[in-house]
């Protein structure tokens, strides 16, 4: 039997497609040149600009700042949220799904808009803290759309059964619900963390002073900046760190598992 | 035990996030909000600024003049110092969003360039002061483009064709086909609209595209032969490129400039007074113009710039070419008539 080559030259092409424009930024962020147009030899130089750049650096933790806590609030909301609407029937079923999917359909500018207007119009002074609210509010629907999946398949039985066997609701939760349903939960917490750090539209209205993005700071570089490939070697770094966080847990992960 | 790992993480949150909000609650001294492009301003010289004045500068930014705008209109506060294009800033005062300036606070007013003040649309710097500027022109490969002549007829050259770009900016854009008839960037005569609208037409035959970013790089790597472009982004691709040269056309061109204002909302108005006139000072300017590499309108600063720069006549306009040079200013109700010919000319095959 011959195999067909076509799933391979597939998928060859598909991590090209993925992979190979990340390669092109890390090379770059080694090159002398600064419209990265040329090769003009390998340096370090815009590590060390980087190293220098206090913005960068306020924008990155932001960033972060902001990415942690509206996934962490996002994961035990968007939680609770789907279990809501997966165990009990309301007449108003039909509209908290559909409150629920607003946020993944609205687009990003009204969103924005909305939001800032409605911050002005309760005298709320913009700044980290309605950021975060305004991210919270579109991660909670990715991680409850995605834990409403992994409900789908969930079998209720388990539970009746361990309220049979004398379990209370804190024990149901913590030892049957929360451990099947992680996969799920960490699952939309990924989903949302990324979704928060890409964000521009929205963050741009609801952002205050010293409340700065990396995504708002990289565009507004792009206008006057001389330092652009700066963000190649933050890049670069992200990178390097993501890979070594996922080595890491990959690891720690193989060693608690026989216990 | 299966849910540990769950908690670990949660934990590990928490602590995470408490160690980095840590520094966010440090905060008794005074502090200056600035909302300005990245880069705009030389980090050092904010670190100075913080040292002698015992404060914080914090600095937000933005990508666009409408985007600031816009969000500063909904009613967005806490922003004591704003960098607006000169036409953005007209267009706030006009709202009267803006707080005129203390002179008295301002003793480096002195070294502003008067010869651009006599363009400026705020001459007497009641509400703004400019910070840096750039002329509008052309830059080309010299080595590609044959027989290159200092004018906006070049986009007329089919040899080019498919190889040259044009700013997607429609009052750039429509500023270099009035200029080439000969009429003001600003004119709001419709005659001289729609023949200079008839003139992009022609010219877009030859371009490969309206670009606003991509042709710095697109002229270093070669790709484009000919562009037109802002002064301060040009001189940057030149640093790259040696072959790179850059005109400002003899028939004049757009010069536009970004200002300091104090929005009415401000908190730190004397802070903010305080930095305008820290920027102002010959050396502090002449480091900013390194940094950045545009130009500050400030004379007392021009000797302390390196003399390539000084004596470049692109950047530091003779003065017959200097006077057919103009401030994009505002144009009032025109605006509409302007979008509908831009939309013509984006629409022409």
């Known amino acids: 039997m011959k195999h067909s080559r076509l799933p391979l030259v597939t998928t060859l092409l598909v991590l090209i497609f993925f992979y190979l424009p990340i390669f092109v930024l890390v090379a770059n962020s080694f090159n002398a040149s600064r419209f990265s147009s040329s090769w003009d030899g390998f340096t370090f130089k815009w590590y060390g600009l980087l190293w220098h750049n206090r913005d960068i650096w306020q924008a990155v933790r932001n960033t972060l700042v902001i990415g942690l806590s509206a996934t962490a609030t996002a994961m035990v909301l968007g939680t609770t949220g789907a279990l809501a609407l997966h ?34 119009a309760i005298g709320r002074q913009l700044g980290l803290v ?41 024990t149901i939760t913590w030892r049957i619900l929360v451990p099947l349903l992680a996969p799920g939960i960490i699952a939309g917490g990924l989903l949302a963390f990324t979704l928060s750090i890409d964000d521009y539209v929205v963050t741009f209205f609801v952002a205050g002073t010293g409340s700065t993005t990396l995504p708002l700071q990289i565009y507004s570089m792009i206008k006057h900046s001389k330092q652009l490939p700066v963000i190649n070697a933050l890049s670069t770094l992200l990178l390097v760190v993501t890979f070594a966080a996922v080595y890491v847990s990959k690891h720690l992960l193989k060693e608690s598992t026989p216990s | 035990m299966k849910h540990s ?25 005074p502090t200056l909000h600035i909302f300005t492009w990245a880069d705009y301003v030389k980090p050092e010289l904010v670190a100075a600024f913080e040292k002698a004045h015992d404060c914080t500068v914090v600095i937000d930014t933005y990508d666009s003049n409408e985007a600031m705008y816009a969000k500063l209109k909904a009613g967005a506060t806490g922003y004591d110092l704003l960098f607006p294009s000169s036409y953005m800033v007209k267009v706030m005062y006009d709202q009267g969003m803006l707080q005129e300036l203390d002179h008295a606070k301002l003793p480096n007013l002195v070294h502003v360039d008067p010869d651009y003040l006599k363009k400026a649309l705020d001459a007497k710097m009641g509400h703004s002061v400019p910070y840096m500027l750039t002329n509008t022109g052309i ?33 750039e854009a429509f500023g270099a086909a009035l200029k080439s008839l000969g009429y003001s960037i600003n004119t709001t005569d419709p005659k001289q609209l729609e023949a200079a609208r008839d003139v992009l037409i022609r010219w877009k035959k030859n371009l490969a595209k309206f670009e606003n970013e991509q042709y ?11 562009v037109q472009g802002y002064s301060g ?35 730190n108005v004397d802070l903010a007074t305080a930095f305008i006139n820290d920027m102002l000072d010959p050396k502090v300017s002449a480091e900013n113009i390194d940094f950045i590499g545009y130009i500050a309108p400030n004379k007392d600063a021009y000797p302390l710039i390196s003399e390539d720069l000084r004596n470049d006549p692109n950047i530091f306009l003779p003065p017959a070419l200097s006077a057919k040079c103009e401030i994009i200013g505002d144009i009032g109700e025109s605006l509409k008539l302007y979008t509908k010919l831009w939309d013509e000319v984006k629409a022409a095959k």
């Open chain 1, 87 to 120: 165990r009990y029937r309301s007449r108003l079923q039909a509209a908290h799904y559909g409150l629920l999917w607003m946020p993944l359909v609205v687009p990003d500018i009204l969103m924005g808009m909305s939001m800032l207007l409605f911050f002005v």
């Open chain 1, 130 to 170: 309605t950021v975060l609210i305004a991210h919270v509010t579109f991660c909670i629907s990715y991680v409850a759309m995605v834990v409403l999946a992994r409900l789908q398949d969930f079998d209720d039985a388990i539970l009746e059964a361990a309220q049979d066997l004398g379990a209370d609701w804190w």
């Open chain 2, 5 to 29: 790992p769950v908690r670990t993480l949660v934990a590990g949150l928490i602590v995470g996030l408490l160690t980095v909000l840590s520094p966010a609650f440090a905060k008794d001294k």
């Open chain 2, 139 to 171: 830059g080309y490969l010299k080595s590609k483009v044959k027989d290159f002549q200092p004018t906006w007829a070049m986009f007329d050259r089919a040899d080019l064709a498919g190889r040259v770009t044009m700013l997607n900016d429609m009052r």
């Open chain 2, 216 to 226: 710095k790089t697109g002229l270093a790597s070669g790709e484009f032969l000919m």
């Open chain 2, 233 to 267: 982004d040009i001189q940057q691709a030149m640093e790259d490129n040696k072959d790179i040269g850059f005109v400002v056309p003899k028939e004049g061109t757009s010069i536009s400039c970004d200002d300091m204002v104090i929005p009415k909302t401000a908190t």
